[in-house]
T-cell receptor, first 117, second 113 residues
Framework: NAGVMQNPRHLVRRRGQEARLRCSPM?????VYWYRQLPEEGLKFMVY????????ESGMPKERFSAEFPKEGPSILRIQQVVRGDSAAYFC???????????????FGNGTRLTVT | RKEVEQDPGPFNVPEGATVAFNCTYS??????FFWYRQDCRKEPKLLMS???SGNEDGRFTAQLNRASQYISLLIRDSKLSDSATYLC??????????????FGQGTILTVHP
């Protein structure tokens, strides 16, 4: 009964390269969330997706960031032309329904740590 | 003003001590409340939900005061394994009910022998 799987665990990119972060939700979960944790800061909501739909992307930076959750395969968070300020831990979470009401908490993956050099 | 504010600590307490963490939130429309713990920058894990009537889970007691927009967590009989960062979390999805969580910065707890 695998939990939320994220890969890679660690990703190093040079400034200007692209970063692709993958998240496979728990089996049976069709709701995916991405959160970012900058160094010495709390987690910040980025985007909420259901299969093939972006529901809320209010936390995503306006440029260079995009997310998808295709019908088949993992959810992908893509960061184009990375800059040093993108260095952070990126956590994915999934839930069986809309999530984080008391009866359907979010399950977090172990994160991808992105370092931009 | 931050949406969720916590005292960052750190709190250093001996084993067996009782320690309390406080948290305030600014959005009166917030619907649900939680405490998470995070170990050494690993993924956050749900510690307990916080209900209006207050609730207890073993050594942990959570309280919510909606009028004051205040949440607390009490840990009794601290163990070494309780050392972690404790995150106050609020669901700020407003009129919707999905998992758009707002995290506090976290309170660092170190329990020493």
């Amino acid at each position: 009964n695998a939990g939320v799987m994220q890969n890679p665990r660690h990703l190093v990119r040079r400034r200007g390269q692209e970063a692709r972060l993958r998240c496979s939700p728990m089996k049976g979960h069709s709701h995916v969330y991405w959160y970012r944790q900058l160094p010495e800061e709390g987690l910040k909501f980025m985007v909420y997706l259901q299969k093939e739909n972006i529901i809320d992307e209010s936390g995503m930076p306006k440029e260079r960031f995009s997310a998808e959750f295709p019908k088949e395969g993992p959810s992908i968070l893509r960061i184009q032309q990375v800059v040093r300020g993108d260095s952070a831990a990126y956590f994915c979470a999934s839930s069986s329904n809309a999530g984080q009401t008391y009866n359907s908490p979010l399950h977090f993956g172990n994160g991808t740590r992105l370092t931009v050099t | 003003r931050k949406e969720v504010e916590q005292d960052p600590g750190p709190f250093n307490v001996p084993e067996g001590a009782t320690v309390a963490f406080n948290c305030t939130y600014s959005n009166s429309a917030s619907q649900s409340f939680f405490w998470y713990r995070q170990d050494c920058r690993k993924e956050p894990k749900l510690l307990m939900s916080v209900y209006s009537s207050g609730n207890e889970d073993g050594r942990f007691t959570a309280q919510l005061n909606r009028a004051s927009q205040y949440i607390s967590l009490l840990i009794r009989d601290s163990k070494l394994s309780d050392s972690a960062t404790y995150l106050c979390v609020v669901n700020n999805a407003g009129g919707t009910s999905y998992g758009k969580l707002t995290f506090g910065q976290g309170t660092i707890l170190t329990v020493h022998p």
